[in-house]
């Protein structure tokens, strides 16, 4: 998304809330599409769940899309920016460092069962003040215990700090449908074909048209999200046809388009 055409906000600070009788306060909020909420960090770590629309998430090591109905992880100190990518409701889970040894020490996208869904639709309405021995406090306990369970989703893109490795990457993401080999890029940034094949898995544990296969899909699931038909996505991606559109997003999530979509809202 063009950044001229984002708007900014400041954090809610919720995440700075120090509290230990409370180890995780939940807030929620709509987000208009566009809207960018500014580079922070805080020292409760976040679990960001896309209730409605989709998100993205970005950090100095790589960038995360979070579908419908699942959610990012974002350990505390994490510095981090979110742009809606939809018009979105996000809820928020602030976790206190006290318990979020628990989770995760990277960022990870999240799939969420409804069960923890249900959770997290009640505890983003407790009041900051909740009660720490009643009933919402219990609830709580029971979240905590069901985060603990999540499963990583393949939806991670990792950025490189190497600046040829960076500069390809840039390009690619202001043209996913950009065709031209490693070789023709080498070229371009002044390296070999081998030492970008090197640094590409050095800096990111992938291949090159890994990483491009990888940004492709984010970049999919941005478009299909906002009402692209699976055709004018797959032909504008520079897939040959429909049908292997369809193959690689069954190869890499487990399903297809449709009924990932499907699942995701039900």
């Given at each position: 998304m063009d950044s001229e055409k984002r708007t900014h906000r400041q954090p809610s600070g919720s995440g700075d809330i120090e509290d230990l009788s409370?180890?995780?306060?939940?807030?929620?909020?709509?987000m208009n599409s566009g809207l960018e909420v500014v580079p922070h960090r805080h020292v409760r770590a976040q679990l960001a769940f896309a209730a409605e629309g989709v998100i993205r998430v970005i950090?100095?090591?790589?960038?995360w899309l979070i579908p419908p109905q699942q959610a990012v992880w974002i350990p505390g100190n994490t510095l981090h920016h979110v742009v809606a990518e939809t018009d979105v409701l996000v809820q928020h889970l602030h976790i206190d460092a006290s318990v979020a040894a628990r989770y995760p020490t990277v960022c990870a996208v999240m799939d969420v069962p409804?069960?923890?869904?249900?959770?997290?639709?009640?505890?983003?309405?407790?009041?900051?003040?909740?009660?720490?021995?009643?009933?919402?406090?219990?609830?709580?306990h029971v979240l905590m215990d069901e985060l603990e369970a999540l499963q990583p989703a393949e939806l991670y893109l990792p950025l490189a700090k190497d600046r040829r490795?960076?500069?390809?990457?840039?390009?690619?993401?202001?043209?996913?449908?950009?065709?031209?080999?490693?070789?023709?890029?080498?070229?371009?940034?002044?390296?070999?074909?081998?030492?970008?094949?090197?640094?590409?898995?050095?800096?990111t544990n992938m291949s090159f048209n890994a990483w491009r296969k990888q940004l492709r899909l984010q970049e999919a699931i941005n478009r299909l999200s906002r009402g692209d038909s699976v055709?004018?996505?797959?032909?504008?991606?520079?897939?040959?046809?429909?049908?292997?559109?369809?193959?690689?997003?069954?190869?890499?999530?487990?399903?297809?388009p449709k009924q990932f979509f499907q699942e995701q809202l039900s």
């Amino acid at each position: 998304m063009d950044s001229e055409k984002r708007t900014h906000r400041q954090p809610s600070g919720s995440g700075d809330i120090e509290d230990l009788s409370r180890p995780i306060i939940g807030t929620q909020g709509q987000m208009n599409s566009g809207l960018e909420v500014v580079p922070h960090r805080h020292v409760r770590a976040q679990l960001a769940f896309a209730a409605e629309g989709v998100i993205r998430v970005i950090t100095d090591t790589g960038t995360w899309l979070i579908p419908p109905q699942q959610a990012v992880w974002i350990p505390g100190n994490t510095l981090h920016h979110v742009v809606a990518e939809t018009d979105v409701l996000v809820q928020h889970l602030h976790i206190d460092a006290s318990v979020a040894a628990r989770y995760p020490t990277v960022c990870a996208v999240m799939d969420v069962p409804p069960l923890v869904r249900e959770l997290i639709k009640r505890v983003v309405n407790f009041t900051q003040h909740y009660s720490p021995d009643g009933r919402e406090a219990r609830l709580v306990h029971v979240l905590m215990d069901e985060l603990e369970a999540l499963q990583p989703a393949e939806l991670y893109l990792p950025l490189a700090k190497d600046r040829r490795i960076l500069r390809i990457m840039q390009r690619l993401m202001q043209d996913p449908a950009n065709e031209q080999s490693a070789q023709a890029w080498a070229q371009e940034v002044g390296a070999s074909r081998r030492t970008l094949t090197r640094l590409f898995q050095k800096e990111t544990n992938m291949s090159f048209n890994a990483w491009r296969k990888q940004l492709r899909l984010q970049e999919a699931i941005n478009r299909l999200s906002r009402g692209d038909s699976v055709t004018d996505v797959a032909l504008s991606l520079g897939y040959a046809s429909p049908s292997a559109f369809v193959a690689m997003f069954r190869q890499t999530l487990g399903k297809p388009p449709k009924q990932f979509f499907q699942e995701q809202l039900s």
